[in-house]
T-cell receptor, first 116, second 112 residues
Framework: EAEVAQSPRYKITEKSQAVAFWCDPI?????LYWYRQILGQGPELLVQ????????DSQLPKDRFSAERLKGVDSTLKIQPAELGDSAMYLC??????????????FGPGTRLTVL | GEDVEQSLFLSVREGDSSVINCTYT??????LYWYKQEPGAGLQLLTY?????DMKQDQRLTVLLNKKDKHLSLRIADTQTGDSAIYFC????????????FGIGTKLQVIP
């Protein structure tokens, strides 16, 4: 069964350092999402890609966060510099691009980031 | 604006039914979803309902939608210990890029 892959699973870093997370969506899924999930809360959308284009990054803190999906397949989310408040689970999800049907998103296992 | 609210915690005994509730504020929601998250894992879609439906049943799961009150519920029959997880209610809108907004999640604890 196809799955969304993420790496690393866990990352510990010191504040002011740079971190990067990688996501490989399910093959054929045109839409890719990055979410941040703070402990005890629901996922919050950071950025949404349609193929290689960003279609929603309204909640992405652009002074320190960046995301790319250069070939419209896998994606990287970067934080530079990391701050204490960035400690969270970072989830990647993918779905088929069909605006007229239910948006079933498939989630990866997430990257747990701890900033010290 | 979009806002999805849920109670934080529910505890039930194994074999009983569980009912998890959710309210949403945006009446233009097209799809409403229930996702399950097990410890240390990503979310998994359990079921969804289209806004023109009142009820949907899928094996042990029953979803009820009250559009007038903007209330969604998930009933799990014969709850098992493997059902212990966090359950997220979510909504999206047909058309556009279908941004999905998630609730805060309800932690279900099943007592053996």
């Amino acid at each position: 069964e196809a799955e969304v892959a993420q790496s690393p699973r866990y990352k510990i870093t010191e504040k002011s350092q740079a971190v990067a997370f990688w996501c490989d969506p399910i093959s054929g899924h045109a839409t890719l999402y990055w979410y941040r999930q703070i402990l005890g809360q629901g996922p919050e959308l950071l950025v949404q890609f349609q193929d290689e284009s960003v279609v929603d990054d309204s909640q992405l803190p652009k002074d320190r966060f960046s995301a790319e999906r250069l070939k419209g397949v896998d994606s990287t989310l970067k934080i530079q510099p990391a701050e204490l408040g960035d400690s969270a689970m970072y989830l990647c999800a993918s779905s088929r691009a069909d605006r007229d049907r239910v948006n079933e998103q498939f989630f990866g296992p997430g990257t747990r980031l701890t900033v010290l | 604006g979009e806002d999805v609210e849920q109670s934080l915690f529910l505890s039930v005994r194994e074999g009983d039914s569980s009912v998890i509730n959710c309210t949403y504020t945006d009446s233009s929601s097209t799809y409403l979803y229930w996702y399950k998250q097990e410890p240390g894992a990503g979310l998994q879609l359990l079921t969804y309902i289209f806004s023109n439906m009142d009820m949907k049943q899928d094996q042990r799961l029953t979803v009820l939608l009250n559009k007038k009150d903007k209330h969604l519920s998930l009933r799990i029959a014969d709850t098992q210990t493997g059902d212990s997880a966090i359950y997220f209610c979510a909504e999206s809108f047909q058309g556009g890029y279908q941004k999905v907004t998630f609730g805060i999640g309800t932690k279900l604890q099943v007592i053996p």
